[in-house]
């Protein structure tokens, strides 16, 4: 496109000549020969640095908020408004408005948004309608698939899988909305057929401050919304429905959309879904009362953006939700092994409480857990209280450490966990080593008992002092057991 169709209308300076803008992108490291650079001031760093990359990857127009140098050969832009917001705008410009051609769905919440999207591509897919795929785990459009880098890309790369899903056909993309995408701008202007709101527990307060903003930060999506869905057996969704009328799912309150006669059990589970549209039963093979809600939630999008649940629900059987979701770790050894994402003091709870629906009689429920260095220290403590109250063995590790001194953390954690547990060895153990813990774990480990490690999911690497190094816990897990079976 070229550069004065791109700004028309956009409150910027511009001097150089009129170019030919291929992509755009914030990221200097992406820049391609015909790309815009935008130099956005972030936290740390600002992006005024890397522009002198950028032009040598061959940048053909620069933005940015304070104007920098750049030669006559360039065109150079200065944003005269919100350089995030600007920066959505000329993105969502460039990639030709996909989401106005696509059936988008948002989902955002503490819980189960990466689950609830990946079920919604699925189910879609099942069905044999194309759907895309942001999120925090994978990004995709049509058959192509990437591993993602965070929750929500920046609005660039955000609009760009939009733009691959409309030329690879697809109908519709789920979309995992971050509290700080929406903060932030990542989705500006973005138009959802759906949004979706699955529940609010604590997380994020080292950048919200408050619950209370926390959830004004999720609530920016019912703007962006045709229709929104909540879920009405949350507090705070409640107060969301109280609020204004919105579409609900629930289990165990009347809803718009409820999953009745709820059988769960541990190869599956059963419920009725009832709904205006009618009523269908659902044979599902994920595990756990929160997939029930996760299911539940993308059938019902699914449902009020146009698509039959007539096809949807026959597609339920064969969904496998999301990687690092209450995942089986199988080598062949008597004991269950799984991992799981959960990193809130609620999400935990839940999980334990899965875990104890899972656990045969006379098993003891082991939980390996830690806290993510550099973020909300208030919740490490009632982190540590959900694994005491649930666990009959506790492994208190590390999660992402970060910056922070790993010992610090466990400090910061351990007084959540009652004082007569800790000094019981044989429950409580403590190492800041999360490799050597799972392999401690796994030795402790008797028949009939279930280790549940908790945390990092899918992530592949453990960051320790700003460091990225290679680790999973199934792969912990495999190479202490002997591989996978």
Known sequence: MKLDALIDGIAL???????EVVDLTSDSREVLAGWAFVALQGEQVDGAAFVPQA????????????????????????????????????ARRLHGLPDEQLALIGVTGTNGKTTTTTLIRQLLRGAGVGCGLVGTVLNAAGDREEEAVRTTPE?????????????????????????????????????????????????????????????????RLVAQSGRFLVNADDAWGRGLLEREGHVSYAVDRPACYRAHGLELGPTGTRFTLHSAK???EVHSPLLGRFNVYNLLAALAACAEAGFDLDGLVPAVPKVTGAPGRLERVD???????????AHTPDAL????????????????????????GDRDRAKRPLMAAA??????????????????????????AAPG?????????????????????????????????????????????????????????????????????
Not at 56 to 83: K, Y
Request: aromatic share 8%; glycine share 10%; hydrophobic share 35%.
């Open 278 to 280: 009618g009523s269908w």
């Open 387 to 412: 694994v005491a109250a649930g666990a009959d063995v506790l492994w208190h590790t590390s999660d992402n450490p970060r910056s922070e001194e790993p010992e610090r953390i466990l400090d910061d």
């Open 417 to 485: 966990i009652p004082e007569a547990i800790r000094a019981d060895g044989a429950r409580y153990h403590r190492h800041a080593d999360r490799r050597e813990s799972v392999r401690r774990a796994l030795a402790d480990c008797r028949p009939g008992d279930l280790l549940l490690l908790a945390g990092k999911g899918h992530e592949p690497y453990q960051e320790i002092c700003g460091v990225k190094y290679p680790y999973s816990d199934r792969s912990a897990v495999e190479a202490a057991l002997g591989g996978p079976k």
């Open 155 to 219: 609005s660039p790369a955000f609009y760009r899988w939009l733009h691959r899903s409309v030329e690879a056909g697809d109908r519709a993309s789920a979309v995992e909305v971050s509290s700080h995408a929406l903060c932030l701008g990542r989705v500006h202007g973005a138009h959802f057929k759906v949004g979706v709101f699955t529940n609010l527990t604590q997380d994020h307060l080292d950048y919200h401050g408050t619950l209370e903003a926390y959830f004004e930060a999720k609530y």
């Open 331 to 341: 080598c062949g050894q008597p004991f269950g092994v799984m991992v799981d994402y």
């Open 349 to 372: 709870e839940k999980l334990l409480s899965e875990g104890r629906r899972l656990l045969p009689p006379g098993g003891r429920l082991h939980v390996l857990f830690g806290c993510g």
């Open 55 to 90: 032009l040598a990857q061959g940048a053909s127009a620069v933005f940015s908020a304070s104007g920098v140098n750049t030669p006559e050969t360039t065109a150079n832009c200065t944003f005269l408004g919100d350089p995030r917001l600007q920066m959505a705008d000329l």
């Open 13 to 19: 300076r511009r001097s150089g000549p009129e170019v």
